[in-house]
């Protein structure tokens, strides 16, 4: 004869208190439970001692509160027939919900986690029949011999839903838990950090208006008034999570969308898209699941952001937070929890790997019933499985390892761009051909498909820059993924121009190197045969050491002016070979490519730069060095020139330099960093500064020296795009040529230096930020 299992009461212990961990725990719960009922909005009230969550959702009939909400453990929706009998008006209503928040059937055990007594309240959705259940869950303790089913709760008819203060009623479908002898203190405290706490149960990127969710605390009103302009000290009022509206375009994203046998993915830098691809979905345990996945890094520009919007810095605030149909699993994201082994991969490589501390992000899962399984102790993640890790696998190779390859490779590279708020430290050549690089890596791979990239940084770059060749291979292969024909034949062209021009200078470099030489040499005659004492020669090098640049006019010897004289036929010889090079394809009947003269036209304004820099050596300085390259002290030589060279053009007042006591040897080039303080020299007059000031200091937390420039002029007007200045040809004056600051920026970059904006600046005028970073000879 078959025997029977008996369950004792306690059973409600179980499942109930000492499964659902805390109070916040419980009204999750409560709330995932309104999810799953399709309701729009959720109002939850504390008053009078009493809680009460309300739902628009599609209710309960007497049928549904017996056959279902009193049978422990069962669940319709694991079952498929958790929406069975909706009227086709209900249908039509809702949204198409992604799957179910819930599946276990003891989530309702919450309300005893809260409170002592539960009366539930329920409408069923196209009727006006209203059902009432109460429960007093003492009865279920003290007698753990009592068999759990022998205890009877009331269900009865009710006349009408109750009233609930500061909530309007329903007026269809609803479902009303009225929990009270509450187990605990619901004091302010308490109170904030529930809606902290239900704040991150928010998808930030689900579609808008999918559930809403309200606080009422009618006691707190006062509390709110006094904290009004704090957001995160008011209790009352809807519960949003409002990530997205404060980062957005302010940090570096990357998508991920996982969805049968096919994954897309997009990458943005501040709002600039970088690329988009396809690729076959290489997890075959994660077919039958729609993933959308959204990893961001922020720099310390975000993070500040973030901090200074959100009343809490990121890493308190969690980090890459896990949906499973539309509701957060705990603990996954909170602060210390490495669910994806983020910072345990990092601790393996610190200087090339992102950590949790620097991310922030969801990934969102819709899949069938039991695809994915909750822990039972509601705060313990996702049971483990093959799925499990390969999800985990998705998050590490997918999304987390190309995301750092673009910020490892791209912009910590600038060690600027970690102030950045915008893009536009990715215009210079040297960022794009480090962006070329990495789509070139990525789309190298078997099986991706390159869809969309940005075809203003992803193009040829100058041929000035220092890793053109680099850039160029990398275009080739974007180029011939892609098909892109027009690319191939630009890439072409340019190399065609760089082999040009490279040979050009070459043969006047050895031609003016070869005069250069020869005129030294019998200047060197002429100081021995003048019997110069050792003495001499030594007082003579100590005083160039003093000074690189002497303004005295019968100080220039002709070794100097041959040095300048070299420099002048370099640079003139590549603004003839460009005009010849145009010339001849006009004469020839050929079609010129607008961007390739875009090109040439800019490449002979900063050849024409140097050639005015230079112009300004040999009228007022007796430039000692060699003019091409130098290894010298690169704050003195910017305070000579700014107060000795360039204050004689501006005038003698206008500039003023403090280098701090600090030195930096570095290799450059003399004539370009000229080019670099006559642009920012001169756009400071044309905004009517009378005065601009160069500020020499140590980074933040660096060994890099920064140079602050600020002048009291107009600054910059509110139609001009920041986050473009540094483009080429873009220019905030109705005059201006947009070439200035491109160039300044360019020089700086191939020097491993950068500049930008001071993000901190507020009132007149304008002040930049140039960072140079110590270079190993």
């Not at 899949?367 to 102790?377: H, K």
Request: with cysteine.
């Amino acid at each position: 004869m078959a025997k029977y299992f008996r369950i004792s009461s306690s059973l409600k212990d179980i499942i109930g208190r000492d499964l659902i961990t805390n109070d916040f725990v419980a009204v999750f719960e409560l709330v995932k439970n309104s999810f799953d009922a399709h309701a729009r909005r959720v109002d939850i009230v504390l008053a009078d001692g009493t809680l009460w969550i309300v739902d628009d959702g599609k209710g309960m009939s007497e049928e549904d509160l017996l056959e279902k909400w009193l049978f422990v453990a069962f669940s319709a929706k694991a079952t498929g027939g958790e929406d069975d009998g909706l009227s086709q008006d209900f249908r039509d209503k809702i949204a198409v919900r992604r799957g179910y928040a819930g599946n276990k059937g003891i989530g309702r055990f919450s309300c005893d986690r809260l409170g002592k007594s539960l009366v539930l309240h329920s409408r069923q959705e196209g009727t006006r029949a209203c059902n009432r259940l109460t429960v007093n869950w003492e009865d279920f303790e003290g007698r753990p011999e009592d068999e759990f089913g022998s205890i009877g709760v009331a269900v009865e008819p009710a006349s009408a839903l109750p009233a609930v203060p500061d909530v309007p009623p329903p007026r269809d479908g609803a479902t009303i838990l009225e929990i009270s002898s509450l187990r605990e203190v619901w004091d302010r405290p308490k109170l904030l950090k529930l809606k902290e706490y239900l704040a991150k149960l928010v998808d930030p990127f689900a579609p808008k208006g999918e559930m809403e969710v309200y606080l009422h605390a009618p006691a707190e009103l006062e509390g709110d008034n006094a904290a009004k302009g704090k957001p995160k000290a008011i209790v009352n009022g809807p519960v949003a999570n409002t990530i997205l509206d404060v980062l957005e375009g302010k940090t570096t994203q990357l998508s991920v969308q996982l969805e049968g046998g096919a994954i897309h993915s997009t990458l943005r830098d501040r709002d600039r898209l970088i690329y988009r691809v396809r690729e076959d979905n290489p997890y075959p345990e994660l077919e039958g699941a729609q993933i959308s996945a959204d990893l961001l890094y922020l720099n310390r520009s975000a993070k500040a952001t973030f901090t200074r919007r959100m009343g809490i810095e990121p890493v308190k605030f969690g980090s890459v937070f896990l949906f499973l149909n539309g509701f957060r699993v705990f603990p996954i994201g909170e602060e210390g929890n490495d669910e994806f082994g983020i910072d345990r991969r990092k601790q393996q490589g610190y200087a090339r790997y992102l950590g949790t501390r620097d991310l922030l992000g969801r990934i969102d899962i819709v899949a069938p019933q039991r695809f994915f399984m909750e822990a039972s102790s509601r705060d313990n993640g996702l049971v483990e499985g093959p799925r499990t890790e390969a999800l985990r696998q998705l998050v590490l190779r997918t999304l987390l390892t190309r995301l750092e390859r673009y910020v490892v490779d791209v912009t910590w590279v600038d060690s600027l761009d970690q102030e950045r708020s915008d893009a536009s430290g990715l215009t210079t050549d040297d960022a794009r051909s480090r962006i070329i690089q990495v789509v070139k890596n990525l789309v190298g791979r078997k099986g991706v498909e390159l869809l969309e990239y940005d075809t203003e940084l992803i193009d040829t770059i100058s041929d000035r820059a220092g890793e053109f060749e680099r850039a160029m291979e990398g275009l080739s292969v974007v180029a011939e993924r892609t098909g892109d024909v027009r690319l191939l034949e630009r890439i072409e062209r340019s190399r065609r121009r760089y082999a040009e021009l490279n040979a050009s200078a070459a043969e006047a470099a050895a031609k003016a190197k070869e005069e250069a030489r020869r005129r030294a040499a019998a200047e060197a005659q002429a100081r021995a045969e003048a019997k110069r004492a050792d003495v001499a020669e030594q007082r003579f090098k100590d005083e160039q050491r003093r000074s690189l640049l002497l303004t005295s006019l019968e100080a220039r010897d002709s070794e100097t002016l041959t040095l300048l004289h070299h420099q002048v036929v370099i640079y003139a010889t590549a603004i003839q070979d460009a005009v010849a090079n145009n010339l001849r394809a006009i004469a020839d009947g050929d079609l010129i490519d607008p961007v390739e003269l875009a090109a040439d036209l800019e490449h002979i304004s900063f050849q024409n730069s140097r050639i005015l820099a230079v112009t300004r050596f040999a009228t007022q300085a007796n430039f000692k060095l060699d003019a091409d390259q130098a290894s010298i002290d690169i704050v003195q030589y910017m305070s000579e020139y700014v107060m000795n060279v360039a204050s004689l053009f501006e005038g003698e007042r206008f500039a003023t330099f403090d280098d701090g006591g600090n030195t930096m040897v570095s290799k450059f080039k003399p004539i370009d960093i000229a080019i670099v303080i006559d642009n920012l020299m001169s756009n400071a007059r044309k905004a009517q500064a009378t005065k601009i000031h160069f500020q020499v200091r140590r980074a933040h937390k660096s060994q890099a020296l920064e140079m602050l420039i600020e002048d009291n002029g107009r600054g910059i007007s509110d139609r001009v795009d920041r986050a473009r200045i540094f483009d080429k040809g873009y220019s905030g004056a109705e005059s201006g040529s947009g070439l200035g600051l491109y160039h300044a920026a360019q020089v700086l970059s191939q020097m491993g230096g950068s500049i930008a904006l001071d993000p901190e600046h507020q009132g007149r005028g304008t002040r930049f930020i140039v960072r140079l970073p110590r270079q190993k000879d």
